[in-house]
């Protein structure tokens, strides 16, 4: 019972926390802020998060997931460029949910986790692989490589978006950007 009331209150502390950041922006969302918007002491913020970073690790962490629990399994008897088209359709949907002024905080070059390898990007290498071993994508290229310059294609996007204040079809561009990367190498 005590460890289900703690999961509660530290979800209650992470969507005061977005909402403010939605609000007001990163900088602009304070501890002191977010524990009054949850109805938490300043001590339950810290008992779950050491920074306002860390909230957002946790985004990363539930996309990760997502991508190894739910995206995975999908992938299974489809072609590569199937399952590229799938891995950008969810790419695009967990940036949609996660929201425009949430994913403006995360493109930040400070952010330590948006540098980081993480096992969403491990999926993405597993489809290349398979795709080269099957003959559908060149192996003239490192999949690592390829893992790189896609995401490097795929946050550009976003950045965009971003930019734009959401004004095109995040999954649309995605889509349709993707349809050109595939041509460029197939084989």
């Given at each position: ?12 502390v ?13 900088r ?8 009054k ?13 050491n ?8 985004i ?19 072609s590569?460029?199937?399952?590229l ?42 489809i ?60």
């Amino acid at each position: 019972m005590s460890y289900r009331k703690s999961e509660l209150t530290k979800d209650l502390v992470f969507k005061a926390a977005l909402e403010l950041m939605e609000e007001k922006g990163y900088r602009g969302a304070t501890i002191r802020d977010i524990c009054k918007r949850a109805s938490v002491s300043v001590g339950t913020f810290y008992s779950y998060f050491n920074t306002k970073s860390d909230v957002i690790k946790d985004i990363y962490l539930s996309g990760d997931k997502f991508f190894l629990e739910s995206v995975t399994p999908e992938l299974e008897g489809k072609s590569c460029f199937e399952q590229l088209r799938l891995f950008v359709r969810y790419y695009a949907q967990v940036n949609l949910e996660t929201g425009l002024d949430i994913v403006k905080v995360l493109f930040n070059p400070d952010n330590e986790w948006f540098r980081q390898t993480r096992p969403m990007q491990s999926v993405l290498e597993g489809i290349i692989r398979r795709g080269q071993s099957s003959g559908e994508l060149r192996a003239a290229w490192e999949p690592e490589m390829l893992v790189d310059y896609f995401f490097d294609h795929l946050r550009g996007i976003c950045y965009s978006w971003c930019v734009y204040d959401g004004g095109f079809d995040l999954e649309e561009r995605m889509a349709g950007s993707l349809t050109l990367l595939f041509e460029g190498l197939r084989v």
